[in-house]
């Protein structure tokens, strides 16, 4: 992987199809055809739009597992074949292994994409982690019904 060319992406799983799709258009696609690598991290959801989108766009797409590929649930597997690869971290089954996986995604990247509707924690905790990593990072709030989610 070269410098610029690693994207990271990671957001709440409550978002619909159609809302990730057009912050994708909006946010995601002035990236595209650069020749970079997307992280994913596997999740229903964001990612799982995500990793959608991006296939769908013909872009390189890897998927990193906290776990192992065996651990994944099983709507998850067919995408084994569709992306570039699979990094299974093999992390002890515990609580807080989205969180050390997320880190994992920031320390390969170089830039971090995080879509949060106030949902959750994880997306904040890796987004602050990309900034003290002094990764770029594009924090992308997600609306809905209209009215902003609740504090950081």
């Known amino acids: 992987m070269t410098p610029g060319h690693t994207i990271a992406i ?5 978002v619909p199809r159609d809302t990730a799709n057009t912050l994708f258009e909006q946010h995601l696609a002035p ?7 997307w992280l994913l991290g596997g999740s229903r959801g964001l990612d ?4 959608e989108w991006l296939l769908e766009q013909n872009e390189t797409v890897w998927l990193v597992l906290a776990y192992t ?4 649930p099983k709507g998850l597997h067919p995408w084994f074949d569709e992306v570039e690869r699979v990094v299974e971290l093999r992390l002890p ?7 050390i996986r997320n880190r994992h995604m920031v320390d390969l990247s170089q830039i971090v994409f995080g879509f949060w509707s106030g ?4 997306t904040v905790k890796m987004l602050k982690h990309a900034l003290r990593k002094r990764r770029e990072v594009h924090a992308i ?9 609740r504090r950081l």
């Not at 709030?141 to 989610?149: E, G, L, N, Q, Y």
């Open 69 to 72: 590929r065996v651990d994944q």
């Open 93 to 99: 089954k515990r609580k807080n292994a989205s969180a």
């Open 141 to 149: 709030p997600v609306f809905r019904d209209s009215r902003p989610f």
């Open 31 to 37: 990236f595209l055809s650069g020749g970079r690598v």
């Open 119 to 122: 949902q959750g924690g994880t």
């Open 48 to 51: 799982q739009w995500a990793l």
């Open 10 to 14: 990671a957001g709440s799983r409550d």
